[in-house]
């Protein structure tokens, strides 16, 4: 059986921030947490701009902190820089596959078509830091390039301790069904991720030969879900925990940032509710903390503490 220990809960850029992860760990104290993608380049020069650049993790439990990028000596900088700032492992990306990660910065999903950088850099980042190492990649590039057992062996080679695989490749994108393949002879413990959802998905991963599961999109809107997987727990009082997500954001981004960034998850906690669409479109027409809450009020019922 996987242990609870082995469920991670996925880096999702512009979503698994301070304040997300600090609703997470309300439901589930001990969970394995993985930050949003940190630029390399933006973590080591300390762009002003971006708040996750000055994050410390040292109240955040067993947390990783993901970074990208396909500088050698500036993913070095980097891991340094987030083990000193409390990470208890360092993850590296080599699996987005947006265009300005995998194309123009030669980064992320990229370092699967250049499997030399690749190792490289996991030498690199495994050399800097005393905690562990981790990748998480998918399968390959497109269909024509499932290599993804080639990155493994390389990984293990380097150093890393864990690789998290997603059952899809660069091109696909997040379009269609993941496929996880057998993982049993693999040299390092490897992490099955994408589209695990429930219980039954991850009895199967553990079939397949996967040492834990991470969940992503499962998260969306219900920051509970590894505690309703593990212990059957499902919150009653949902408006409260949207507040309170609303207030963290605002206390971390300021309202001016952080009213339109809350939008999406405002829409994503409303799934599956009734009058969830009409609630969506007003919420997107909002800029107002004040108007945001009470709209919040309005749909599930809840009141905002003053």
Same mark, same amino acid.
């Given at each position: ?14 979503i698994?921030?301070r ?73 590296i990306? /080599? ?16 370092? /699967?078509r ?21 990748v ?16 493994v062996?390389?990984?293990a ?9 997603? =059952? ?36 199967? /991963? ?44 605002i ?23 009734? =009058? ?31």
């Amino acid at each position: 059986m996987i242990e609870k220990q082995n469920f991670f809960v996925a880096p999702l850029a512009g979503i698994t921030d301070r304040p997300f992860r600090t609703v997470v760990r309300e439901f589930s104290p001990d969970a394995s947490l993985v930050t949003e993608m940190i630029s390399c380049h933006s973590l080591v020069e300390m762009h002003k701009n971006c708040p996750r650049n000055f994050d410390h993790y040292e109240t955040e439990g067993n947390i990783g902190t993901q970074i990208f990028g396909a500088n050698v000596q500036m993913m070095a900088d980097a891991a340094r820089i987030l083990a000193d700032n409390g990470a208890k492992w360092i993850d590296i990306n /080599m699996g987005c596959p947006v265009p300005k990660v995998a194309t123009r910065a030669n980064a992320g999903a990229y370092l /699967m078509r250049n499997h030399k950088l690749a190792g490289e850099i996991m030498r690199a980042v495994v050399g800097a830091v005393d905690i562990p190492v981790t990748v998480k990649t998918r399968l390959g590039w497109d269909n024509e390039h499932i290599d993804w057992r080639e990155l493994v062996d390389i990984a293990a080679d380097s150093g890393v301790r864990m690789v998290a695989l997603h =059952g899809r490749t660069r091109a696909a994108g997040y379009d269609g069904v993941a496929i996880h393949p057998d993982v049993h002879d693999c040299p390092i413990p490897i992490i099955a991720n994408g589209d695990i959802k429930d219980a039954a998905d991850i009895s199967q /991963m553990e079939k397949l030969g996967y040492s834990g599961v991470m969940l992503g999109r499962a998260m969306l809107g219900a920051p509970w879900k590894l505690a309703e997987i593990n212990d059957g727990v499902i919150p009653q009082d949902v408006g409260a925990i949207v507040l309170r997500h609303l207030d963290l954001v605002i206390d971390y981004y300021g309202a001016r940032a952080g009213v339109p960034l809350f939008r999406k998850h405002a829409a994503w906690y409303s799934a599956g509710c009734q =009058g969830a669409v009409a609630f969506r479109v007003a919420v997107n027409q909002i800029t107002d903390v004040a108007e945001l809450k009470d709209k919040i009020c309005e749909f599930w019922g809840c009141v905002a503490k003053i």
